[in-house]
C-alpha cells in the first residue's frame, strides 16, 4: 500500500496490510504479543474488531472502546500522536 503522501517522519512510504481472522473467544493473548511485538518508534499499531469492541494496539499499550464516543476512542488517539502516528492515520472505523 503506497503512503507516501501520508507517511511522516520515521515511516517508511510503502506499508504491508495484513488482515486476518480468528473464532477466538478471548483476544487478550492476541492484543498482548502486539503489544510486546511492535516496534516504539516510529508510530506502530494495529487495529482490530473484536466483537463490539474496536482494539488498539501500540507498543506496551491496548486501548478498548466501544464506539466513536467511548472516552478510551480520544484516549487512544491521543496516545498514537503522543507517540509519533499523524493523526490523520489513526481514522479506525467504529
Same mark, same amino acid.
Not at 520515521?10 to 504491508?16: A, E, L
Not at 508510530?43 to 506496551?60: I, P
Not at 464506539?67 to 481514522?91: F, K, T
Given at each position: 500500500?503506497?503512503?507516501?503522501?501520508?507517511?511522516?517522519?520515521? =515511516?517508511?512510504?510503502?506499508?504491508?496490510? %495484513?488482515?486476518?481472522?480468528?473464532?477466538?473467544? #478471548? #483476544?487478550?493473548?492476541?492484543? =498482548?504479543? %502486539?503489544?510486546?511485538?511492535?516496534?516504539?518508534?516510529?508510530?506502530?499499531?494495529? #487495529?482490530? =474488531?473484536?466483537?463490539?469492541?474496536?482494539?488498539?494496539?501500540?507498543?506496551?499499550?491496548?486501548?478498548?472502546?466501544?464506539?466513536?464516543?467511548?472516552?478510551?476512542?480520544?484516549?487512544?488517539?491521543?496516545?498514537?500522536?503522543?507517540?509519533?502516528?499523524?493523526?490523520? =492515520?489513526?481514522?479506525?472505523?467504529?
Amino acid at each position: 500500500m503506497d503512503l507516501s503522501d501520508s507517511a511522516r517522519g520515521s =515511516q517508511p512510504p510503502v506499508w504491508t496490510v %495484513l488482515e486476518f481472522e480468528s473464532d477466538a473467544q #478471548d #483476544d487478550a493473548p492476541l492484543a =498482548q504479543a %502486539l503489544a510486546e511485538g511492535l516496534s516504539p518508534e516510529g508510530g506502530w499499531y494495529a #487495529d482490530y =474488531q473484536a466483537g463490539k469492541e474496536r482494539v488498539v494496539v501500540f507498543a506496551g499499550r491496548v486501548f478498548r472502546y466501544a464506539g466513536a464516543n467511548d472516552p478510551s476512542r480520544a484516549e487512544a488517539v491521543a496516545y498514537g500522536v503522543s507517540v509519533g502516528v499523524p493523526e490523520h =492515520q489513526l481514522d479506525w472505523k467504529d
